[in-house]
T-cell receptor, first 109, second 115 residues
Protein backbone atom coordinates (compact mmCIF):
# COMPACT_ATOMS: atom_id res chain seq x y z
CA UNK A 1 0.00 0.00 0.00
CA UNK A 2 1.42 3.37 -1.00
CA UNK A 3 1.79 6.00 1.68
CA UNK A 4 -0.40 8.53 -0.13
CA UNK A 5 -3.16 7.68 -2.58
CA UNK A 6 -4.75 10.23 -4.87
CA UNK A 7 -7.10 9.65 -7.78
CA UNK A 8 -5.33 11.06 -10.85
CA UNK A 9 -8.56 11.90 -12.66
CA UNK A 10 -8.91 13.66 -15.00
CA UNK A 11 -11.84 15.48 -13.45
CA UNK A 12 -13.94 17.75 -15.66
CA UNK A 13 -16.58 20.08 -14.20
CA UNK A 14 -18.64 23.02 -15.46
CA UNK A 15 -17.80 26.52 -14.33
CA UNK A 16 -19.43 27.33 -10.99
CA UNK A 17 -19.44 23.74 -9.74
CA UNK A 18 -18.16 22.67 -6.34
CA UNK A 19 -15.06 20.51 -6.70
CA UNK A 20 -13.97 17.91 -4.18
CA UNK A 21 -10.44 16.53 -4.30
CA UNK A 22 -9.27 13.84 -1.93
CA UNK A 23 -6.28 11.90 -0.67
CA UNK A 24 -5.94 8.98 1.67
CA UNK A 25 -2.81 8.03 3.56
CA UNK A 26 -1.51 5.20 5.66
CA UNK A 27 1.06 6.80 8.00
CA UNK A 28 -0.69 7.90 11.20
CA UNK A 29 2.37 10.00 12.12
CA UNK A 30 1.62 12.57 9.41
CA UNK A 31 0.58 15.85 10.98
CA UNK A 32 1.35 18.49 8.33
CA UNK A 33 -0.95 18.50 5.31
CA UNK A 34 -0.68 20.59 2.19
CA UNK A 35 -2.36 21.12 -1.14
CA UNK A 36 -0.36 22.34 -4.10
CA UNK A 37 -1.68 23.63 -7.40
CA UNK A 38 0.43 23.05 -10.50
CA UNK A 39 -0.35 24.72 -13.78
CA UNK A 40 0.96 23.18 -16.97
CA UNK A 41 4.71 23.72 -17.38
CA UNK A 42 4.99 25.44 -13.98
CA UNK A 43 6.26 24.40 -10.56
CA UNK A 44 3.85 23.43 -7.76
CA UNK A 45 2.39 26.39 -5.86
CA UNK A 46 1.44 26.01 -2.19
CA UNK A 47 -2.32 26.51 -1.92
CA UNK A 48 -3.31 25.36 1.55
CA UNK A 49 -1.36 24.37 4.65
CA UNK A 50 -2.95 22.62 7.62
CA UNK A 51 -1.49 21.34 10.83
CA UNK A 52 -3.21 18.31 12.42
CA UNK A 53 -6.97 17.84 12.05
CA UNK A 54 -9.70 20.30 11.23
CA UNK A 55 -10.77 22.69 8.54
CA UNK A 56 -9.10 25.69 7.00
CA UNK A 57 -10.75 28.13 4.65
CA UNK A 58 -9.15 30.61 2.27
CA UNK A 59 -11.50 32.33 -0.12
CA UNK A 60 -13.11 29.74 -2.37
CA UNK A 61 -10.85 26.98 -1.04
CA UNK A 62 -11.46 24.79 2.02
CA UNK A 63 -9.06 22.13 3.25
CA UNK A 64 -10.25 19.39 5.58
CA UNK A 65 -8.17 16.87 7.50
CA UNK A 66 -9.70 13.81 9.17
CA UNK A 67 -6.84 12.06 10.93
CA UNK A 68 -9.09 9.34 12.35
CA UNK A 69 -9.96 8.26 8.80
CA UNK A 70 -6.55 9.22 7.34
CA UNK A 71 -8.34 11.29 4.74
CA UNK A 72 -7.84 14.84 3.51
CA UNK A 73 -9.95 16.90 1.15
CA UNK A 74 -9.79 20.13 -0.79
CA UNK A 75 -13.04 21.82 -1.77
CA UNK A 76 -13.22 24.50 -4.42
CA UNK A 77 -16.42 26.55 -4.48
CA UNK A 78 -17.66 28.44 -7.54
CA UNK A 79 -14.96 26.85 -9.67
CA UNK A 80 -13.47 28.96 -12.45
CA UNK A 81 -11.67 28.04 -15.68
CA UNK A 82 -8.53 29.52 -14.06
CA UNK A 83 -8.73 26.70 -11.49
CA UNK A 84 -7.88 24.22 -14.26
CA UNK A 85 -4.63 22.66 -13.07
CA UNK A 86 -3.22 19.58 -11.39
CA UNK A 87 -3.76 19.49 -7.62
CA UNK A 88 -1.20 17.65 -5.51
CA UNK A 89 -1.72 16.65 -1.92
CA UNK A 90 1.36 16.40 0.28
CA UNK A 91 1.99 15.51 3.88
CA UNK A 92 4.80 14.98 6.36
CA UNK A 93 5.62 13.97 9.90
CA UNK A 94 8.38 16.61 10.25
CA UNK A 95 10.40 14.53 7.84
CA UNK A 96 10.28 14.58 4.07
CA UNK A 97 7.19 15.64 2.18
CA UNK A 98 5.29 12.73 0.64
CA UNK A 99 3.19 13.63 -2.40
CA UNK A 100 0.18 12.13 -4.08
CA UNK A 101 0.30 11.68 -7.83
CA UNK A 102 -1.97 14.67 -8.39
CA UNK A 103 -5.49 15.09 -9.76
CA UNK A 104 -5.89 16.90 -13.07
CA UNK A 105 -8.87 19.26 -12.95
CA UNK A 106 -10.49 20.94 -15.92
CA UNK A 107 -13.17 23.58 -15.39
CA UNK A 108 -15.19 24.18 -18.55
CA UNK A 109 -16.69 27.63 -19.22
CA UNK B 1 7.33 32.96 0.39
CA UNK B 2 10.64 32.73 -1.46
CA UNK B 3 11.11 33.52 -5.14
CA UNK B 4 12.97 30.67 -6.81
CA UNK B 5 14.42 30.59 -10.30
CA UNK B 6 15.89 27.69 -12.23
CA UNK B 7 18.12 27.50 -15.27
CA UNK B 8 17.73 26.14 -17.86
CA UNK B 9 13.95 25.98 -18.10
CA UNK B 10 14.24 23.14 -20.59
CA UNK B 11 16.87 21.25 -22.51
CA UNK B 12 17.25 18.40 -24.96
CA UNK B 13 20.41 16.38 -24.37
CA UNK B 14 22.20 13.46 -25.96
CA UNK B 15 22.54 10.13 -24.22
CA UNK B 16 25.77 9.86 -22.23
CA UNK B 17 26.18 13.60 -21.60
CA UNK B 18 25.64 15.57 -18.40
CA UNK B 19 23.48 18.59 -17.58
CA UNK B 20 23.84 20.95 -14.65
CA UNK B 21 20.69 22.64 -13.38
CA UNK B 22 20.95 25.82 -11.34
CA UNK B 23 18.59 26.95 -8.58
CA UNK B 24 18.67 30.51 -7.21
CA UNK B 25 16.63 31.76 -4.23
CA UNK B 26 15.99 35.40 -3.42
CA UNK B 27 16.67 34.93 0.30
CA UNK B 28 18.98 32.86 2.46
CA UNK B 29 17.60 29.44 3.27
CA UNK B 30 19.01 26.56 5.27
CA UNK B 31 17.60 23.65 3.35
CA UNK B 32 17.15 23.21 -0.37
CA UNK B 33 15.62 20.16 -1.99
CA UNK B 34 15.81 18.57 -5.41
CA UNK B 35 12.88 16.60 -6.81
CA UNK B 36 12.11 14.65 -9.92
CA UNK B 37 8.65 14.67 -11.47
CA UNK B 38 7.99 11.97 -14.04
CA UNK B 39 4.73 11.75 -16.02
CA UNK B 40 2.01 10.05 -14.01
CA UNK B 41 4.24 9.73 -10.96
CA UNK B 42 4.47 11.46 -7.59
CA UNK B 43 7.04 14.12 -6.97
CA UNK B 44 10.07 12.17 -5.78
CA UNK B 45 12.75 13.64 -3.56
CA UNK B 46 16.25 13.12 -4.94
CA UNK B 47 18.28 14.77 -2.20
CA UNK B 48 18.44 17.49 0.42
CA UNK B 49 21.21 20.07 0.01
CA UNK B 50 22.51 21.80 3.11
CA UNK B 51 25.08 24.56 2.90
CA UNK B 52 28.47 23.48 4.17
CA UNK B 53 27.82 19.76 4.22
CA UNK B 54 27.34 16.87 1.86
CA UNK B 55 23.92 16.42 0.32
CA UNK B 56 21.70 13.71 1.74
CA UNK B 57 20.40 11.34 -0.94
CA UNK B 58 17.19 9.35 -0.86
CA UNK B 59 16.98 5.67 -1.56
CA UNK B 60 17.51 4.97 -5.24
CA UNK B 61 19.56 8.09 -5.91
CA UNK B 62 23.36 8.23 -5.74
CA UNK B 63 25.90 11.01 -5.72
CA UNK B 64 27.75 9.73 -8.78
CA UNK B 65 24.60 10.07 -10.87
CA UNK B 66 23.21 13.25 -9.28
CA UNK B 67 26.05 15.31 -7.80
CA UNK B 68 24.83 18.38 -5.94
CA UNK B 69 26.60 21.56 -4.93
CA UNK B 70 25.49 24.09 -2.33
CA UNK B 71 28.14 26.82 -2.23
CA UNK B 72 26.05 29.35 -0.28
CA UNK B 73 22.64 29.91 1.30
CA UNK B 74 20.93 31.13 -1.89
CA UNK B 75 22.21 28.80 -4.59
CA UNK B 76 22.44 25.12 -5.49
CA UNK B 77 23.13 23.00 -8.55
CA UNK B 78 22.05 19.49 -9.51
CA UNK B 79 23.95 17.62 -12.21
CA UNK B 80 22.35 14.74 -14.06
CA UNK B 81 25.32 12.64 -15.20
CA UNK B 82 25.76 10.12 -17.99
CA UNK B 83 22.17 10.63 -19.04
CA UNK B 84 19.88 8.01 -20.53
CA UNK B 85 16.33 8.40 -21.90
CA UNK B 86 15.03 7.22 -18.50
CA UNK B 87 16.34 10.49 -17.02
CA UNK B 88 13.86 12.46 -19.11
CA UNK B 89 11.79 14.25 -16.50
CA UNK B 90 11.05 17.56 -14.85
CA UNK B 91 13.57 18.48 -12.17
CA UNK B 92 12.45 20.86 -9.44
CA UNK B 93 14.23 22.59 -6.62
CA UNK B 94 12.42 23.74 -3.51
CA UNK B 95 13.14 25.44 -0.23
CA UNK B 96 11.78 24.83 3.24
CA UNK B 97 8.96 26.97 4.54
CA UNK B 98 8.86 29.71 7.12
CA UNK B 99 5.52 29.30 8.82
CA UNK B 100 6.07 25.87 10.22
CA UNK B 101 7.33 22.48 9.39
CA UNK B 102 6.72 20.57 6.19
CA UNK B 103 5.74 23.31 3.75
CA UNK B 104 8.01 23.87 0.78
CA UNK B 105 8.12 26.34 -2.07
CA UNK B 106 9.08 25.23 -5.54
CA UNK B 107 10.91 26.65 -8.47
CA UNK B 108 9.43 26.55 -11.99
CA UNK B 109 11.25 23.34 -12.91
CA UNK B 110 13.65 22.21 -15.63
CA UNK B 111 12.15 20.02 -18.34
CA UNK B 112 14.80 17.58 -19.53
CA UNK B 113 14.52 15.36 -22.58
CA UNK B 114 17.26 12.84 -23.27
CA UNK B 115 17.51 11.44 -26.81
Amino acid sequence: QKEVEQDPGPLSVPEGAIVSLNCTYSNSAFQYFMWYRQYSRKGPELLMYTYSSGNKEDGRFTAQVDKSSKYISLFIRDSQPSDSATYLCAMSDEGNLIFGKGTKLSVKP
Amino acid sequence: SAVISQKPSRDICQRGTSLTIQCQVDSQVTMMFWYRQQPGQSLTLIATANQGSEATYESGFVIDKFPISRPNLTFSTLTVSNMSPEDSSIYLCSVGGYRGKGEQYFGPGTRLTVT
